[in-house]
């Protein structure tokens, strides 16, 4: 059995205006290429720059439940934010953020992450002494590459202790494009 475009639009709009969604997602078209954008009741989940879904629907719905579908309504508002950032209108993002399922050293470092300003960098270093673990910059980088909301959480502004541009999950020229847009390079 086929069901048309319209048809699966259609059940997809009821679903979400019922609230039977775990998790929405789509794919958002951006100046640095298309992204994977999913959220939840609870906000934001996850930014990729994958944006084929197929791997990471079941770490979505690991996290929030299986009833996880392709629903642009779902990401309408981060589409929306992430517009104006591309477009030099946001600098800083308005969005709950569903940080489920993530440890606690994480979430205190994203927290502290979420505080480096537009336009600025910091360090590994200097986050890991800002959540208290000074030595702990290794496992920094570690909370930068597994970061499931770049840009919104923007670990492109983390550099090496030497300002040097260091590993980032998209990819070191989106890093340094990221970096140029705001200016900070």
């Known amino acids: 059995m086929t069901v048309s475009p319209d048809l699966d639009r259609r059940f997809r709009e009821a679903a979400y205006g019922l609230d039977l969604l775990d998790m929405g997602f789509d794919v958002v078209d951006t100046p640095i290429g298309p992204l994977f954008v999913a959220a939840s009741g609870h906000g934001l989940a996850a930014i990729s720059f994958e944006a084929e879904p ?19 309504k779902s990401v309408a508002e981060a589409r929306r934010e992430l517009d104006e950032y591309f477009s030099g209108r946001r600098r800083v993002f308005d969005l709950n953020l569903d940080l489920r399922a993530l440890p606690p050293f994480t979430v205190s470092v994203l927290h502290e992450l979420a505080r480096v300003p537009y336009g600025q960098t910091t360090t590994y270093g200097a986050l890991a002494a800002k959540v208290g673990r000074p030595r702990a910059a290794r496992a920094v980088g570690t909370v930068m590459n597994r970061n499931r909301i770049p840009i919104v959480l923007p670990c492109h502004r983390v550099v090496g202790s030497t300002g040097d541009l260091t590993g980032y ?11 140029e847009l705001e200016g900070a390079r």
């Open 54 to 72: 197929d791997e990471q629907l079941e770490s979505l719905a690991r996290i929030a439940g299986p009833a996880v579908l392709r629903s642009p």
């Open 169 to 179: 999950a998209g990819g070191l020229d989106r890093k340094a494009t990221l970096l």
